[in-house]
């Protein structure tokens, strides 16, 4: 079978370099020491299940590779595996993790790698193929270990800009006034968490897939190393979250207190007036201050002292 290129793009991978093939491609014939690395980017289920069926796998398992490539996973079905990674983009403008994914099918000398994902770590993978002749040598895991280091940065880049609206949030909790950021936190708590669940998979990714290829230790580790840093990064942004958000609940906490104190403490001196005003509104008929002059400013001046006295005492006390 050919892949059509109005779908798939391909690039024949030797020793010389990474070489573009136009028109349709062909699988069959791939002479040793040569790959090929083939794209589709955001195909729809019916391009891509004939290509994933000709690279060796039955209609069922094309299927569920199709099906399931919403979700990390890695399988093997006899010579073909396939790797399903979450790639991960980021929005500044609204602090936003963008996950998509990347599935990649290797069958004998061939890769295909599908991207559903808005970032593309495909051009600057292939890039970095160009430029590696010991990773062609490598063949098709060195394409899958291009395409992994790729998701790799985009982790990293990921989760740092996550710290950065941590702590910029961190900041913002705890500035001078009253700062209800609770619904920034809770975002960024599900943003973090989806970054999360995108870096978890690629370490399993790097300790049973790659590790089993025969790549260098040294570039797995370099792999891992920066995998691992992408996973402690946003952990810690999630602890610091965490703690955030206790901060933030008793502030919320303190604030409705005292404005609880404020309502009673304004309840409390409002009270007065209303009592003796509400004793002189029975109406009695004998009550002596009634008929002295200077009943009603005597009155007015005890009621406006007694205020004076409890607006005072609450002051002091830090109520009001």
């Known amino acids: ?56 796998l039955r209609p069922d398992q094309a299927h569920q590779v199709v099906s399931a490539s919403q979700r990390p996973q890695q399988d093997t079905y006899d010579d073909v595996h396939v790797v399903v990674l979450r790639a991960l983009g980021y929005t500044e403008a609204t602090s936003s993790v963008l996950p998509g994914t990347l599935t990649v099918i ?41 395409i992994a280091t790729q998701l790799a940065a985009g982790y990293a880049q990921v989760a740092d800009e996550l710290a950065k609206d941590v702590t910029e949030l961190e900041r913002k909790v705890f500035a001078r006034g009253h700062n209800d950021v609770i619904d920034q936190i809770y975002f960024l708590i599900r943003e973090v968490l989806e970054c999360r669940n995108g870096i978890e998979p690629m370490s399993l990714a790097v300790d049973d897939l790659l590790a089993r290829r025969g790549l260098p230790a040294t570039r797995l580790r370099e792999l891992s190393r920066h995998v691992r840093w992408a996973a402690t990064s946003v952990r810690d942004s999630e602890y610091l979250l965490s703690s955030i958000l206790t901060a933030q609940q008793g502030q919320i906490t303190m604030w409705q207190n005292a404005d609880m104190r ?57 109520w009001l």
């Open 1 to 56: 079978m050919t892949f059509p290129a109005a779908v798939f793009r391909a690039w024949r991978c030797d020793a010389d370099g990474v070489h573009p093939l136009d028109g349709d491609i062909s699988i069959t014939g791939v002479p040793d020491g040569t790959f090929v690395w083939i794209e589709a980017d955001h195909p729809t289920h019916e391009q891509l299940k004939p290509a994933i069926t000709a690279l060796g």
């Open 106 to 146: 290797v069958s004998g000398r061939v890769l295909l790698a599908v991207r559903a994902c808005q970032d593309d770590p495909l051009t600057p993978a292939r890039a970095m193929m160009e430029r590696d002749g010991q990773l062609r040598a490598y063949g098709v895991w060195g394409g899958v270990y291009a």
């Open 262 to 318: 404020k309502i009673s403490a304004w309840a409390a001196v409002i009270a007065v007036p209303t009592l003796v005003s509400s004793v002189y509104g029975m109406n009695f008929a004998h009550m002596p201050e009634l008929s002295w002059r200077f009943g009603y400013p005597v009155t007015v001046g005890i009621m406006a002292l007694i205020c004076w006295t409890l607006y005072r005492a609450f002051k002091r006390n830090g």
